[in-house]
């Protein structure tokens, strides 16, 4: 049987464009790679304009929305004794828990899934583990740790038939050894799992795949966790962000072209009809030259009109309010172009969003807990049913200034039921005081009615 190194699942080799485009639109790098030449437009205007593009990254502000909310009160968790110094590193490179875990959500949102392999090092050589202390592990950093990866890492991958993982391909990368005056190249190699043991494939000096490491680990399965936004099967996600990013870089392409034709609408353009076909100067860079030109041909001044301008604009406010509807998760509610502007003083019902977030939270709080419990097997006497992660799912999506207009408008109804108004006071108190425990909350909301009595 053939072997090689090259070699990826087939739901892989399906996604790899699709995910390089959502990287490119959530990132912002590459994304001009993705605008399109107009049919009448020259070779050269295509490369000033690629060159001229301003892209707005609302994939990213969808992104850092969606999480923001989801994080707005800290998950809390429950771990071993033994555990706990990894909250401050969960990395072995002094990555705290917070943010770590923020990245892989953040992932997993941007691709439909992210994962988190969990790794532990090996002993350095000559030492035996036999003689191994508990200060000894401690003093060479000895524990668990967990490797974020994007699911353009996790190249291959296949499952028993009772639904477990039976072994899972990581992309890595090798570095030879350090030589003076000389520049490393890192080599391409892949890392199989296995539930107690890894492979590492590398291509040898002559081209032939071999195995140029092996190890174990102590986790007793396949070390690696899913973290789905969207989850569409085993080791496969849908990503929130794809219609984001579509119409995002759509906006990018119209931006651009509305740009252009701005320019066009206020500058001339010279147009000359001629026997290899039309093509345009521009007049401003050619004041200063001749322009000859031969027998038949047949020069014009072209403006752009005005309501060419308009129409790339409308489309431009049609794209905005389509992705400001797609972040509420709101598509289906969305108003038609001609009525954007009603559209945007219009407030959307966030029950969508809501229930969306709802959901994603469940998923990364499962995620999570996975993730902490195979950890817990690399520690001696650990008990993984000790660990208990549990995020926030239900979520207060109104600004403050509109908790405040419809507490007002409450107190101003006069209504007579105490309960209601308490319930108002108590909202207002938690959304300005967000760090605050329940009990100085319920003193706040006390003292105000307190003075109200007086």
Request: charged content about 25%.
């Amino acid at each position: 049987m053939a072997m090689s190194l090259d070699k990826r699942h087939p739901h892989y080799k399906a996604n790899a464009a699709a995910w390089a485009r959502l990287h490119a639109a959530h990132t912002g790098r590459g994304v001009n790679d993705y605008l399109r030449r107009h049919p009448v437009e020259g070779q050269q205007d295509f490369a000033d304009r690629k060159g001229a593009a301003v892209y707005r990254n609302y994939p990213k502000l969808a992104t850092d929305l969606w999480v923001s909310k989801l994080l707005h009160k800290k998950p809390a968790r429950i771990l071993p004794d033994q555990m706990a110094p990894l909250v401050a590193d969960m990395d072995r490179l002094g990555s705290p828990v917070g943010p770590f875990f923020r990245a892989l959500m953040e992932d997993a949102i941007v691709y439909g899934l992210s994962f988190a392999l969990i790794d532990a090092p090996q002993l350095p050589r000559g030492i035996n583990p036999a003689s191994l202390s508990v200060a000894d592990a401690q003093a060479l950093n000895l524990r668990p740790y967990v490797v974020p990866l994007a699911p353009s890492e996790v190249v291959d991958w296949a499952f028993n038939p009772d639904g477990s993982l039976a072994w899972a391909a990581v992309l890595e990368w090798i570095m030879p050894p350090a030589l003076p005056f000389t520049e490393g190249k890192a080599e391409a190699a892949v890392k199989v799992f296995y539930p107690y043991t890894w492979d590492l494939w590398a291509v040898d000096d002559k081209g032939k795949l071999d195995p140029v490491d092996h190890g174990t680990h102590p986790f007793g399965e396949v070390p690696l966790v899913p973290w789905y936004a969207e989850k569409a099967g085993p080791f496969m996600g849908k990503s929130p962000l794809t219609g984001i990013t579509e119409l995002a870089l759509e906006l990018l392409n119209v931006h651009s072209l509305l740009g252009m034709a701005l320019g066009h609408a206020s500058l001339p353009r010279l147009t000359i009809k001629s026997g290899s076909g039309p093509h345009g100067v521009p007049l401003p860079s050619q004041r200063t030259a001749g322009i000859e030109l031969d027998q038949g041909d047949d020069a014009k001044y072209l403006y752009l009109p005005s309501d060419s301008v308009k129409a790339i604009q409308v489309e431009s406010d049609r794209l905005r309010a389509d992705i400001k509807a797609m972040v509420y998760r709101q598509l289906d509610q969305r108003k038609e172009s001609a009525q954007v502007e009603a559209a945007e003083k219009t407030r959307l019902d966030l029950g969508a969003l809501h229930a969306t977030l709802a959901g994603w939270a469940s998923s990364f709080e499962d995620a999570e807990q996975k993730t902490w419990q195979i950890m817990a097997r690399g520690f001696p006497n650990c008990n993984p049913d000790q660990v208990a992660v549990s995020y926030n799912k239900k979520f207060d999506l109104r600004t403050n200034a509109e908790r405040l207009e419809e507490a007002l408008s409450a107190e101003a109804l006069d209504l007579p039921s105490p309960t209601f108004r308490t319930e108002y006071r108590t909202q207002l108190v938690t959304a300005l005081l967000e760090d605050a425990s329940p009990e100085q909350v319920a003193a706040a909301v006390a003292e105000l009615e307190t003075a109200e009595a007086v």
